[in-house]
């Protein structure tokens, strides 16, 4: 449709078609057969906003919105269609490694094709747009959502956040396979204090534009059609409300021209932050921000119309948002084809197809970060090894993380059923040595159910004893542990962050009798693995990997698959270091480890490393850095200096290294971060191979925000550090002039 014609539609519509296409509410109401009983009248929708609404959440399969699609747009007066969203997080039914996974694969291209395979199987089952990319920067392992992001660095973060959008959206949402991506929350959501979900934000200006904007930039210069608000304030005001955020930064200053989407019932939320008194005060603040949809706060549609009529809004203000909707869906071809790329054969031909699983096992693989690996304990041999695979995790195929809503557990592959396909010769045992969780801990699934522990104290004692008996017998023990699956996502903040106690007792006892033990780690956070890293050999991060878990997992431990990860997110020492991160600032009294005068930056009780730093990973092999090499000393204006190493893997096996580029801008007019992740790349090298990495620099990777809020480079020392991880002290310096 052309925008004169847009314009002529939107001129058409009467003021309740128009609010309506600005809200948002749930599909199942349609799948109810649009009976305002139920969860319709629960949320206060009406038979109006049943017949109206723009768009719906949270419903996928292609024969059910078809239907839902064709009953719609018979009964709206303008036969307008309308979009279909959900949140297709790590994939629709071929469910890959959540987000702070994929993070670690530092390998964007890879994390594309991921997007682009959920984006697939998601358009043939009927969806528009998922609410994807998450990119809140997340320094916080206390946050559940820290498992929805990518991590702690703004650069990786960014790289990543481009990759996924334009892994979902291709080169047009229009073409077949593609879906619309929303970049969320908008904005630093990833920041709550204390770590508590939906806790408010206290950042810096300076530390808000420097490193948690960047990110959604990113997404939103790679063309994500959407922004998801946050349910955070920044700088005291909730982001739905905040008409500088969302008008002056989002549009104006980033650039942004779609659509803004509230977050669930975020519209109403500015009632209980205390920032409006009531319904309209709520609708009026968060359409004078610019939000275009809200999202099943119902205040839209019994409010806009109102403040309309007494003039406290203007119908242009309605206009505005109710055109960006509908650009947004002719953008999306849906004028012209209602149900997009909805086709039932093609969905079933597409999920979990072999492509697809393929995709999910390698992604899977590159997520895991070998976190230790005494005597080089693995790979495991693929023959004549008795080998005991104990824990909650060997045969348990709920793996997908709290955010995969589509996922079948049943389509999963555990690590028991990947060891017994795998075709290796051991003689192996099986063992589950305990409850996922603790005995007498509830957790909050969605709706009203808990998970929780239901066995007796008896069948405890009996798979303690099985579980150490098969250790004993073996030579080497896979101890599969971790947390609960939903004890990471939304509205899953921890304030202790190690392994239950139960499990770390199972461990204990495992290692009285045999010391041979290979950790396999299931999270959605970092962990405090003290206590893991006392009682094994070597510990093995899988996060949580999606539907081919089990096989990848194999694939590492038996070395088909040489890992690769590199920590996206420091594991801390406890959860006293948080927030830790690895580009942190310099203090006045910064601590050396050792130093034993007492008036430093330091704590008493734990030092102030972490256990594991950001961009840390082990390999089977080994990687040789030579000294890092510039070819010149003097940067200035518009010039650029290469930085070269040479990159030689001097072990057995063939392997990927991230190697990774961090500057430090020595001196500034503001406390400058210790080093900032500038640059990466991946590569394979052969046993004995070796190449040379040259990594371009230019004067944008210097900016930062001066004293007086200029983005600009100060001309000064820098030193740039290049290695395997952040903590490298492979160093060169240069000048800026
Ligand atoms: C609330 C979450 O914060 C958001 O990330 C999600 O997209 C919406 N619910 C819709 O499910």
């Known amino acids: 449709m052309t925008q004169d014609k847009l314009i002529q539609l939107l001129a058409e519509l009467s003021i309740d078609e128009k609010i309506n296409q600005m809200i948002q509410i749930i599909g199942q109401i349609y799948e109810k057969g649009a009976m305002v009983t139920g969860p319709a009248s629960q949320y206060g929708i009406n038979e109006e906003n049943i017949r109206l609404a723009g768009s719906v959440l949270g419903s996928l399969g292609a024969k059910k919105l078809i239907k839902i699609q064709d009953d719609y747009m018979e009964q709206h007066p303008h036969h307008i269609p309308m979009i279909f969203m959900a949140d297709i997080i790590n994939g629709y039914r071929t469910i890959f490694p959540i987000p702070l996974a994929q993070g670690c694969t530092f390998n964007p291209d890879l994390v594309k094709e991921g997007a682009a395979v959920a984006a697939k199987e998601s358009a043939a089952a009927g969806l528009h747009v998922t609410f994807s990319p998450m990119v809140d920067l997340a320094r916080d392992a206390r946050w559940g959502r820290v498992m929805e992001s990518n991590g702690e660095d703004t650069y990786l973060s960014s790289c990543l956040a481009k990759a996924m959008v334009e892994g979902y959206q291709g080169k047009s949402v229009k073409e077949k396979g593609k879906i619309a991506a929303c970049v969320k929350h908008f904005a630093g959501y990833g920041a709550p204090t204390a770590g508590r979900d939906y806790n ?123 055109m960006r909707i509908l650009q947004l869906k002719n953008k999306l071809g849906l004028f012209e084809n209602p149900y997009k790329d909805a086709d039932a054969e093609e969905e079933k031909r597409l999920i979990l197809c072999e492509e697809h699983r393929s995709l999910s096992r390698k992604l899977a693989a590159e997520t895991f970060v070998l976190l230790t690996n005494e005597d080089g304990i693995l790979p495991l041999p693929s023959e004549g090894k008795k080998i005991a695979f104990i824990g909650p995790y060997i045969a348990c195929k709920r793996i997908h993380g709290s955010w995969s809503l589509f996922a079948n557990q049943e389509d999963s592959v555990s690590i028991k059923e990947a060891v017994e396909g795998s075709g290796y010769l051991n003689h192996c045992l099986y063992e589950r040595g305990c409850d996922l969780l603790e005995p007498g801990i509830e957790i909050p699934e969605f709706g009203e159910v808990f998970a929780k522990s239901v066995l007796t104290e008896e069948e405890r004692q009996e798979l303690l004893y099985s579980a150490v008996a098969a250790a004993k017998e073996s030579e080497a023990v896979v101890l599969a542990i971790g947390e609960h699956p939903s004890q990471s996502g939304e509205a899953a903040s921890k304030a202790d962050i190690t392994v239950a106690r139960h499990q770390i007792e199972l461990l204990k006892e495992i290692w009285k009798v045999n010391h041979n033990i290979i950790i396999v780690l299931f999270n959605g956070r970092p962990l405090d693995i003290r206590e893991l890293c006392q009682y094994s050999k070597a510990i093995l991060v899988a996060w949580l990997p999606g539907t081919e878990g089990g096989n990848a997992i194999v694939d590492v431990l038996f070395g088909k698959v040489n890992p690769s990860g590199k920590l996206a997110m420091t594991f801390p020492y406890s959860v006293g270091q948080i927030p830790v991160f690895y580009n942190e600032f310099a203090t006045g009294r910064s601590y050396e480890e050792g130093d034993r005068t007492r008036f430093h930056s330091r704590y008493l009780d734990i030092p102030n490393k972490p256990l594991f730093p950001f961009g840390y990973g082990l390999s089977y092999t080994e990687f040789e ?23 030689k893997n001097v072990g057995r096996y063939r392997g990927k290294e991230v190697v990774q580029l961090y500057i430090q801008d020595v001196k500034g007019n503001v406390v400058r971060p210790v080093r900032e992740l500038k640059s990466f790349q991946k590569i394979s090298l052969q046993p004995g191979e070796s190449k040379k990495i040259i990594f371009s620099m230019n004067r944008d990777m210097l900016k930062f925000y001066q004293q007086d809020m200029r983005y600009e480079v100060e001309a000064g020392l820098f030193r740039i550090y290049i290695g395997g991880d952040s903590t490298t002290k492979n160093v060169a310096e240069f000048h800026y002039r």
């Open 200 to 322: 408010n934000v206290e950042l810096s200006e300076r530390t808000f534009k420097e490193d948690y904007l960047p990110a959604y930039k990113a997404a939103i210069d790679a063309g994500s059609e959407l922004v998801m608000t946050s349910f955070n304030t920044i700088n005291r005001i909730p982001s739905t409300g905040n008409k500088e955020l969302m008008r002056e930064i989002l549009r104006q200053e980033m650039g942004f021209t779609g659509v803004l989407i509230s977050d669930w019932g975020a519209v109403q939320e500015l009632i209980s932050h205390g920032i409006a008194e009531d319904n309209n005060e709520a609708a009026r603040l968060s359409i004078e921000a610019g939000v275009d949809i809200d999202m099943m706060s119902m205040i839209y549609c019994n409010r806009l119309k109102r403040l309309l009529e007494e003039g406290i809004i203007t119908e242009q203000m309605i206009d505005e948002c109710v």
């Open 625 to 647: 850095y030579s000294g890092v090499e510039l070819d010149k000393n003097i940067m200035s204006d518009n010039q650029t200096i290469n930085a070269v190493v040479e990159v």
